[in-house]
């Protein structure tokens, strides 16, 4: 079985856990690590009544670019958890920058222990953070113990497809388990190709720059920031070519 740090390293496409100390580095220029915030709020806004007493509870968090966004946007109060001190402190001052930090709480933590005592919440997202909870099966049991009774649960990931060389679950996989797992498909927003490869080609000259950067300061490990370049780069083919990422709205129905 995996560790908390190799999960933490897969889940920004680091092979090594030797890579994480330089992620803040290698991510410094970009905000929004995973998750589309303009796809979540339109999810929350199309079918959510949502109010000032509406409780968000952001799991893995990253520099907190959702969380902000629905709090600058809806007034809600929002808690947001990451390993990544680094990412955490990042999320503080954007939410003071925004003027919502009143609205925010960020703290460092540790998303499979907080999993066990974070509960009661209305909402609950879990935006592009893989397999972090366990399979597919596993996460939504444990994220249905964080919301209220009738609560909803946001998740960001990808569908395959039949034909694909992924492990990806395909849209009917997904079905089959939110039919087991006792919740209730109640909105999803694929990301258009078009918007991947936008994304895709904004960020990865980024992080290659930050690579190549960290090359010239450390050339004993040249080739881990070489292997960092070529996953991202394996990941962006495979979001454009493989695999559809999609954003997801469930509720609990049991
Ligand atoms: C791809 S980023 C997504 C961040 C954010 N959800 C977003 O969409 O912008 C994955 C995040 O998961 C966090 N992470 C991975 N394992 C974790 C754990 N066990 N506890 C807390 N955070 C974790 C990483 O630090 C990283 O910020």
């Not at 079905?175 to 999803?188: A, C, D, M, Y």
Request: hydrophobic share 40%; proline share 2%; charged share 25%.
């Amino acid at each position: 079985m995996r560790t908390v740090e190799e999960k933490l390293a897969r889940s920004l496409t680091a092979e090594s856990i030797e890579l994480i100390p330089y992620l803040p580095y290698l991510l410094q220029d970009i905000w929004e690590l995973g998750s589309s915030p303009k796809d979540i709020l339109e999810l929350i806004v199309k079918h959510i009544h949502v109010s000032v007493h509406t409780m968000v509870l952001d799991l893995a968090c990253g520099k907190g670019a959702v969380s902000v966004h629905i709090a600058k946007n809806l007034g809600c109060k929002v808690k947001g958890i990451d390993l990544i001190p680094e990412f955490i402190d990042v999320a503080l001052d954007t939410a003071q920058e925004f003027g919502v930090g009143t609205l925010c709480e960020f703290i460092v933590g540790d998303i499979t222990k907080a999993i066990n005592s974070e509960k009661d919440y209305d909402i609950v997202i879990f935006g592009s953070v893989g397999d972090v909870l366990g399979n597919t099966e596993e996460t939504i049991t444990l994220l249905k113990n964080t919301v209220k009774k009738g609560g909803y649960i946001i998740i960001d990931d990808a569908y395959g497809t039949n034909n694909s060389n992924t492990t990806y679950l395909t849209r009917e996989r997904w079905l089959t388990i939110f039919h087991k797992t006792k919740v209730k498909l109640v909105g999803e927003k694929t990301m258009s190709d078009d918007e991947m490869i936008r994304v895709n080609h904004e960020q990865q000259p980024l992080i290659m720059q930050r690579a190549n950067e960290l090359k010239v300061q450390f050339p004993l490990k040249e080739h881990l920031f070489d292997s960092y370049i070529q996953s991202q780069q394996a990941e962006c083919d495979e979001l454009e070519n493989e695999i559809s990422g999609v954003t997801l709205l469930l509720q609990v129905i049991d």
